[in-house]
Nanobody, 115 residues
Framework: QVQLVESGGGLVQAGGSLRLSCAGS????????MGWYRQGPGKQRELVAR???????NYADSVKGRFTISRDNAKNTVFLQMNSLKPEDTAVYYC?????????WGQGTQVTVSS
């Protein structure tokens, strides 16, 4: 059974930082592309950052230069370092694991950035 568990969300002031973690189990973590998505109030879920099994990364334009995605395959964990946070980054952040047509989601973690 695939399980993705996010942690690290919370309340932070604008300009602050948070580090999200997503621990995976029930999958061969290293072969999965891992992604962070977010869904703000009244908005559709959108891709924030993604990292392939080979370590290639891509980011939404809105977070480039502020967010960094990384992975530790030995710990079955993917991270999202978020710096210079803005109120518009407020959302529920979801972890996703994708491989060969199989897409799996975590339960989400709330990030709230106050102005």
């Amino acid at each position: 059974q695939v399980q993705l568990v996010e942690s690290g969300g919370g309340l932070v002031q604008a300009g602050g930082s948070l580090r999200l973690s997503c621990a995976g189990s029930g999958i061969i973590f290293s072969i999965y592309a891992m992604g962070w998505y977010r869904q703000g109030p009244g908005k559709q879920r959108e891709l924030v950052a993604r990292i392939t099994s080979g370590g290639i990364t891509n980011y939404a334009d809105s977070v480039k230069g502020r967010f960094t995605i990384s992975r530790d395959n030995a710990k079955n964990t993917v991270f999202l370092q978020m710096n210079s946070l803005k109120p518009e980054d407020t959302a529920v952040y979801y972890c996703n694991a994708f491989s060969r047509g199989s897409s799996n989601w975590g339960q989400g973690t709330q990030v709230t950035v106050s102005s």
